[in-house]
T-cell receptor, first 112, second 117 residues
Framework: KNQVEQSPQSLIILEGKNCTLQ??????????LRWYKQDTGRGPVSLTI?????NTKSNGRYTATLDADTKQSSLHITASQLSDSASYIC???????????FGRGTQLTVWP | DTEVTQTPKHLVMGMTNKKSLKCEQH?????MYWYKQKAKKPPELMFV???????INESVPSRFSPECPNSSLLNLHLHALQPEDSALYLC????????????????FGPGTRLTVL
């Protein structure tokens, strides 16, 4: 069964600290993996997209890693800001029909 | 312009009302999507349009009726909804259908918060 599991479910950190969010998937065959940031009541915004051959991709303070062998990805946020408070969703695209599989998201709260 | 717009932002309707949600993009994307998202859950795919033709219907009840009048617009017509249909409805678009091996990205709109009384 194609699934995307994210951990932790929720996370609270202090402003300026770093954190790492995890995404494990069983989607096969695999096409690519995206991390989205979703503010409450808003649509998701793409942060990074990684294909099979990519191990690391950065977007400002966001760095995503992908290990396609172990089917694991992480999103590292450095020097967190209050505006980083949001839900971070891992989305895996399967090669068959290009269907997208969504994780449940990690709810990140950054405290001052 | 990398924006997907949705109107209205909020909608409250009774179970006997008929209303429509609208979505618009001017990125030249040929695939458009409707998702339903309940609180603290991931988005659930409802419909996919490709080149203005319905490509995927995820067994959505007929009280939801999608329409794609042209390549830039996507509507979702609502009729006789139930309270459990209350949710955030997200529209998204992509360059093409996500069936290729490309790193195509879906762009999401801000959503319409729907409440059914």
């Amino acid at each position: 069964k194609n699934q995307v599991e994210q951990s932790p479910q929720s996370l609270i950190i202090l402003e300026g600290k770093n954190c790492t969010l995890q995404c494990n998937y069983t989607v096969s065959p695999f096409s690519n993996l995206r991390w989205y940031k979703q503010d409450t009541g808003r649509g998701p915004v793409s942060l990074t997209i990684m294909t099979f051959s990519e191990n690391t991709k950065s977007n400002g303070r966001y760095t995503a890693t992908l290990d396609a062998d172990t089917k694991q990805s992480s999103l590292h946020i450095t020097a967190s800001q209050l505006s980083d408070s949001a839900s971070y969703i891992c989305v895996v695209k399967g090669s068959t029909l290009g269907r997208l599989y969504f994780g449940r998201g990690t709810q990140l709260t950054v405290w001052p | 312009d990398t924006e997907v717009t949705q109107t209205p932002k909020h909608l409250v309707m009774g179970m006997t009302n008929k209303k429509s949600l609208k979505c618009e993009q001017h990125m030249g994307h040929r695939a458009m999507y409707w998702y339903k998202q309940k609180a603290k859950k991931p988005p659930e795919l409802m419909f996919v349009y490709s080149y203005e033709k319905l490509s995927i219907n995820e067994s959505v009840p007929s009280r939801f009726s999608p329409e794609c009048p042209n390549s830039s617009l996507l509507n979702l017509h609502l009729h006789a909804l139930q309270p459990e249909d209350s949710a955030l409805y997200l529209c998204a678009s992509s360059q093409g259908l996500l069936t290729s091996g490309s790193a195509d990205t879906q762009y999401f709109g801000p959503g319409t918060r729907l409440t059914v009384l």
